[in-house]
């Protein structure tokens, strides 16, 4: 078992940053690749991004290229995202989640074996 908190959410202006983090314990947190999601009232949990076991690769959502940026430390048992200029259509709640095994970025919520209770990121205009 692994247990996923994530924390950081909260209030911002469009334009600005927040940065959210993931603790996990439980089993070898260096055993597992790790993604976000996240999901806006009527809509589908999506996919944002996501990194390998070792934190030497990453992958993002289109949406959120070249704005997020997603690390790893496995010494901490911590996986960040830090999300800048902000726009309202980012406003969702945000899940972080954990996956064994190859892993290449998948957005298929289905792949994801373990996951945290969310944090809300609400972006103003």
């Known amino acids: 078992q692994v247990q996923l908190v994530e924390s950081g959410g909260g209030l911002v202006q469009a334009g600005g940053s927040l940065r959210l983090s993931c603790a996990a314990s439980?089993?070898?947190?260096?055993?597992?690749?790790m993604g976000w999601f996240r999901q806006a009232p009527r809509k589908e949990r999506e996919f944002v991004a996501g990194?390998?076991?070792?934190?030497?690769?990453?992958y993002y959502a289109d949406a959120v290229k070249g704005r997020f940026t997603l690390s790893k430390d496995n010494a901490k048992n911590t996986v960040s995202l830090q999300m800048n200029s902000l726009k309202p259509e980012d406003t969702a709640v945000y899940y972080c989640?954990?996956?064994?095994?190859?892993?290449?970025?998948?957005?298929?919520?289905?792949?994801?074996?373990?996951w945290g209770q969310g944090t809300q990121v609400t972006v103003s205009s």
């Open positions: 990194i390998i076991w070792s934190g030497r690769r990453t």
């Open positions: 989640a954990a996956t064994s095994g190859y892993y290449s970025g998948s957005n298929d919520p289905r792949e994801y074996d373990y």
């Open positions: 439980g089993r070898t947190f260096s055993n597992y690749a």
